[in-house]
C-alpha cells in the first residue's frame, strides 16, 4: 500500500488566499483524522471523520476551517481566508476500526502564509 | 486520558540500546500506552502499544511496570535512523479514538 498520500507537500500563499489541502487515506481504513503542527503548540488534532462522517471537529480553530470527505479515498481540508498564524504543517492519518490508538501518518503539507 | 512525562532529550550512541522512559502515574485501567516517533521532517510514526505486558515487535520492545505506571521503550540496537522524537501516549481506546496527545516527547540523538 502506498501509505496515506498527502497533496500538496508544500504551500506558499498570500494573506487572504484560499488554501486547500487534500488526503487520501489508506485503503480500507474507515477513520481519517486532520493533524496541525507548529513549534509553539505541538500536534493538535483538528477534526476526525469516521466512515465519511465528521465525528469531532472541536479541535477546529475557527470558521475560516472546514473540512470535507466527499467518499472513502478523499478528504480536504480548506482554509479561507488564510492568515499568516495558519503557517504550520498538516498532517492527515487514518486508522482502521478496533486499532483506535494506530494511526498511519502522511508526510504532511507544509503551509506558509505570507 | 492519563497524562505522561517523558524527558525532554536523551543520547545515545549508535550500536547501544537506548531506553526511553515514559511516567504515567495516573494511568487507568483502560488506558493502553503508545508509543510513537516522528523523524525530521516526517509524519509521525506508531511504534508499539501495550496495556500491561510487555511487548515486543521488530522496531522496539515496550517494558511496563507492574503498577504500570511507567514504561520504558528500549530500542535494542540503536542506529543513526532512530534519531527522532519519541512520544509516548495514554489512550483510551474506546473512548478516546483519535484524540491522541502528542506532548513534546523526547528527542532521542543517536551519534556514530
Known amino acids: 500500500d502506498a501509505g496515506v498520500i498527502q497533496s500538496p507537500r508544500h504551500e506558499v500563499t498570500e494573506m487572504g488566499q484560499e488554501v486547500t489541502l487534500r488526503c487520501k487515506p489508506i485503503s480500507g481504513h474507515d477513520y481519517l483524522f486532520w493533524y496541525r503542527q507548529t513549534m509553539m503548540r505541538g500536534l493538535e488534532l483538528l477534526i476526525y471523520f469516521n466512515n465519511n462522517v465528521p465525528i469531532d471537529d472541536s479541535g477546529m480553530p475557527e470558521d475560516r476551517f472546514s473540512a470535507k470527505m466527499p467518499n472513502a479515498s478523499f478528504s480536504t481540508l480548506k482554509i479561507q481566508p488564510s492568515e499568516p498564524r495558519d503557517s504550520a504543517v498538516y498532517f492527515c492519518a487514518s486508522s482502521l476500526r478496533g486499532r483506535g490508538g494506530e494511526l498511519f501518518f502522511g508526510e504532511g503539507s507544509r503551509l506558509t502564509v505570507l | 486520558d492519563a497524562k505522561t512525562t517523558q524527558p525532554p532529550s536523551m543520547d545515545c550512541a549508535e550500536g547501544r540500546a537506548a531506553n526511553l522512559p515514559c511516567n504515567h502515574s495516573?494511568?487507568?485501567?483502560?488506558?493502553?500506552v503508545y508509543w510513537y516517533r516522528q523523524i525530521h521532517s516526517q509524519g509521525p510514526q506508531y511504534i508499539i502499544h501495550?496495556?500491561?505486558n510487555n511487548e515486543t515487535n521488530e522496531m522496539a520492545s515496550l517494558i511496563i511496570t507492574e503498577d504500570r505506571k511507567s514504561s520504558t521503550l528500549i530500542l535494542p540496537h540503536a542506529t543513526l535512523r532512530d534519531t527522532a522524537v519519541y512520544y509516548c501516549i495514554a489512550i483510551d481506546r474506546g473512548s478516546t479514538l483519535g484524540r491522541l496527545y502528542f506532548g513534546r516527547g523526547t528527542q532521542l540523538t543517536v551519534w556514530p
Open positions: 495516573t494511568i487507568s485501567g483502560n488506558e493502553y
Open positions: 501495550g496495556l500491561k
